[in-house]
């Protein structure tokens, strides 16, 4: 079946403007995760979620950041007030279940954000 | 806290050779699970293996092993006759709180032809 996807492949914005990151899990994938990976370090978490609910939201460096899904599928990372510090790739995972580390986390392609 | 050592930022190898790479990890967590991830310049994280904690068995998948250390933290990662699509950076991965992967900083392999 069709992986996690990611869109858009790529964002170049402006300092200080806004811009939402979608990610669209495997079908049927209750747990999803979000991290970010700046160059030439390992992904760093951010946020989890298990069905509509974020679970853990820990990872999120402040508060111009903010994740949602609404319906339980399909996830949007909102940045407000990007700054260059923000530019990294952003990537989405998800796993079946998401309960007690049990599962394997299947990752998309990333968002490679730069902001100017 | 939970941390992930890959000593190894990048290693070349000419094809054919066997290569070995290194990951040492920290958890205060009895229960916990390793993983290595590859991530060829397409950008995608590929899973490649997970173990648990309490599961010590050497594994062997086609060209790929990995062995596991409990007595010295590690989980280490073998490729056996190197191919240049083996190019890719390598990450280990520990998870202990049930969900959130703690990753190491990456291994980036080249395999020259």
């Known amino acids: 079946g069709a992986g996690v996807s990611q869109t858009p492949s790529n964002k170049v914005t402006e300092k200080g403007k806004y811009v939402e990151l979608r990610c669209d899990p495997i079908s049927g994938h209750t747990a999803l995760y979000w991290y970010r990976q700046s160059l030439g370090q390992g992904p760093e978490f951010l946020i989890y979620f298990q069905g509509t609910g974020a679970a853990d939201d820990s990872g999120l460096p402040n508060d111009r950041f903010f994740a949602v899904r609404p319906e339980g599928s399909v996830s949007t990372l909102k940045i407000q007030r990007t700054e260059r510090g923000d530019s990294a790739v952003y990537l989405c995972a998800s796993s079946p279940a998401g309960t007690s580390g049990l599962e394997t986390q299947y990752f998309g392609p990333g968002t490679r954000l730069l902001v100017l | 806290a939970q941390k992930v050592t890959q000593a190894q930022t990048e290693i070349s190898v000419v094809e054919k050779e066997d290569v070995t790479l290194d990951c040492v990890y920290e958890t205060r967590d009895t229960t916990y699970y390793l993983f290595w991830y590859k991530q060829p310049p397409s950008g995608e994280l590929v899973f490649l293996i997970r173990?648990?904690?309490?599961?010590?068995q050497n594994e062997i998948s086609g060209r790929y092993s990995w062995n596991f250390q409990k007595s010295t933290s590690s989980f280490n990662f073998t490729i056996t006759a190197s191919q240049v699509v083996d190019s890719a950076v390598y990450f280990c991965?520990?998870?202990?709180?049930?969900?959130?992967?703690?990753f190491g900083k990456g291994t980036k392999l080249s395999v020259i032809p």
């Open positions: 173990r648990n904690s309490f599961d010590e």
């Open positions: 991965a520990l998870s202990s709180l049930g969900y959130q992967l703690t």
